[in-house]
Structures are given as structure tokens and as C-alpha cells.
């Protein structure tokens, strides 16, 4: 009798010790089911915040080869790995360290901005992924705030659009006085010689866009 006793507590505790079980199981599976969501998105926005930043590098070796060729007439870059080692003059620059991952697609294809008989002018993600940044971009980005998609984030030079309608400029006509065309980009422009990487350029590791979630 004691025996049979001892085997029902027995029973007992074994079920209590596998409801327990069961609940701890469910339980942690509703913590992930809420968790994973979560992550998903804060990790996007880091990518976002690194786009940003990536963007705006070869944004700024693009300018920066274009105001380092030498000639009267500007050009761009024929490819992306020319912002790497720039051969067009005596000295060899550097204006870009390294071509960055695209962090939305983990890949090196970007898209790249051209125009006829100029040359690369901006990049952009391939992804079509809809952002979830929707405000406080910097001055320079504030229409991304009205993007569809990472593809609409262009980082492109401000005078890639209008570089082939300086080409086709009207001649002076005759009595005109014949002065040199302005340079709009001549305010951004380093110093002769400077490093592109000397102005402007963050501290290593530290992205200013992170500042603006």
C-alpha cells in the first residue's frame, strides 16, 4: 500500500515537472516570435545608417576625381575602380581606400549613375527594399525622405546632372566678352595637392550619420 503510494506522487510530480516544460517552451517561444521582429528591423536601420555613410563616400571620391582632372575640361571616373588609383596625371591619387560593400545586398554590384560621354557621376543601391528612415537626412539627402525604395537613395556629384548640358553650352557670340566659365563646384574644391581624405572626411569608425536615426 505504502508502495503504491510513493508511485502516484511519483506520477504526480513527473506531470507538474512536464506541464512546466511545456509552459517554459511556449513561453520562450512567444519572447523569440516578438524578439525576431525586433531585431530584424533595428538591424536594417544600422544598415541604413551605413548606406548613408558608404553612399556618401563615393559621393565624395567622385567629386573629389573630378576636381583633381587636370585639363580644362572636368571629367568622371570610367569606373568605379579608377576612385581607387587615379593614373590621369603625373601623380598617382587616391580617392576613394577601398570599393565598399552595398550593406543592403552584401554585394559590390552597385548601381552606378553615368552619363553619355562624361563618365560615372553617382552610385546607388540595387535594393528594392522600402527604408524605414523617413526623416532627419542631411540637407544634401533630403529627398530620400520621399523614397520608394534603397534605389532611390542616389548619391550622386551636384554637377553630374547638369555636366552634359555645360558641354553643349551656346558659343559666346561675337562682342561678347570671352571669360572663362565659372567653376560652381570651385567652393568644395581642396586646395591643390590636399588629400581628398584630409577635409570633411570622419574620424575612422565613426559614421556622423548615426547621429540621425
Known sequence: MVINNHAGHSCAEQGYIYLWALFAVALAGAVLAGVG???????????????????????????????????????????????????????????????????????????????????????????????????????????????????????????GESETKSQRAKTPQAGSPNTAPANPFARDQATAGSSPFSQNQPASGDNPFSQNP
Open 37 to 159: 521582429p525586433m531585431w530584424q528591423i533595428e538591424s536594417q536601420r544600422q544598415k541604413e545608417i551605413e548606406l548613408l555613410y558608404v553612399g556618401d563616400q563615393f559621393k565624395r571620391a567622385i567629386e573629389s576625381y573630378y576636381n583633381n582632372s587636370s585639363g580644362k575640361a572636368k571629367r568622371y571616373p570610367e569606373s568605379l575602380e579608377q576612385l581607387l588609383e587615379d593614373r590621369s596625371s603625373l601623380v598617382i591619387k587616391r580617392h576613394l581606400r577601398k570599393i565598399f560593400r552595398d550593406p543592403m545586398t552584401n554585394s559590390l554590384d552597385w548601381g552606378l549613375i553615368e552619363q553619355a560621354d562624361v563618365g560615372i557621376t553617382g552610385i546607388y543601391s540595387r535594393s528594392d527594399k522600402a527604408p524605414l528612415k523617413r526623416a532627419n537626412f542631411p540637407e544634401q539627402y533630403s529627398g530620400f525622405a520621399e523614397a520608394k525604395s534603397y534605389k532611390d537613395w542616389k548619391f550622386v556629384h551636384a554637377g
